[in-house]
């Protein structure tokens, strides 16, 4: 079985409205930490916000927030205010355990495509 | 902030050459680091995780002959294609974390080496 899933290949958003990208995991740890990272087409990943399993409250950072439901093992990204520079891969991740030098397991990526 | 460098950029090389493309943390060091494979308009499939002084634990399927893990020092681990041939074209990617952060910290990425075998 998968351990994230995205389901989502690609999007196209309009300029200034929000996205929302889908993430499931699947995991019996109880404690794992869940990722997401943008990719331009130029390569670099670029860590957008996390979540941690035993967090209480949805990750925000910026323009990006984490909609965690811990019982539906769902973690989406949304976007707000999208912009043009936010066209790119977004990939879902998560380290299972407390370990810090766990590895990161990467859904299959969702292409964002901003339309202006 | 964390920066991870990656060098080559780009390679490209004639079957039966040897690369290796290295992977360095700039500003902290790095027990562990982790090396990826990407296909285009794929996602990244982790070849290996690289342990400081001790050998690498390779992911099932991934040849630990053809693709040599060193991490000699807490800032440098190097990954070595050997006789390298036109499937071993990929973008290869490198990431490290922080041995001083917590568990809620992100691993910090390079920014990919792109390998073609002619």
């Known amino acids: 079985a998968q351990k994230i899933t995205q389901t989502q290949p690609g999007m196209f958003v309009q300029e200034k409205e929000a996205v929302t990208l889908d993430c499931t995991y699947d995991?019996?740890?109880?404690?794992?930490?869940l990722f997401w990272y943008k990719q331009p087409s130029s390569g670099e990943m670029i860590f957008l916000i996390y979540?941690?399993?035993?967090?209480?409250q949805n990750a925000t950072e910026g323009r990006y927030s984490l909609n965690f439901q811990k019982a539906r093992k769902s973690a989406n990204l949304v976007i707000s205010a999208s912009q043009l520079g936010d066209s790119a891969m977004y990939f879902c991740a998560m380290r299972e355990g407390r370990a810090a030098g766990n590895k990161l397991t990467f859904g299959g990526g969702t292409r964002v495509l901003v339309k202006p | 902030g964390a920066v991870v460098s990656q060098h080559p950029s780009r390679v490209i090389c004639k079957s039966g050459t040897s690369v290796k493309i290295e992977c360095r943390s700039l500003?902290?060091?790095?027990?562990?680091m982790f090396w990826y494979r990407q296909f285009p308009k794929k996602s990244l499939m982790l070849m290996a995780t690289?342990?400081?002084?001790?050998?690498?634990?390779?992911e099932q399927g991934v040849e630990k002959d053809k693709f040599l893990i060193n991490h000699a020092s807490l800032t440098l681990s190097t990954l070595t294609v050997t006789s390298a041939h036109p499937e071993d074209s990929s973008f290869y990617i490198c990431?490290?974390?922080?041995?001083?952060?917590?568990?809620?910290?992100?691993?910090?990425f390079g920014d990919g080496t792109r390998l073609s075998i002619l």
């Open positions: 979540q941690g399993s035993y967090d209480q």
């Open positions: 995991t019996s740890d109880p404690s794992y930490g």
């Open positions: 990431s490290a974390r922080d041995r001083g952060t917590y568990s809620n910290q992100p691993q910090h």
């Open positions: 500003d902290f060091q790095a027990t562990t």
């Open positions: 690289s342990n400081e002084g001790s050998k690498a634990t390779y």
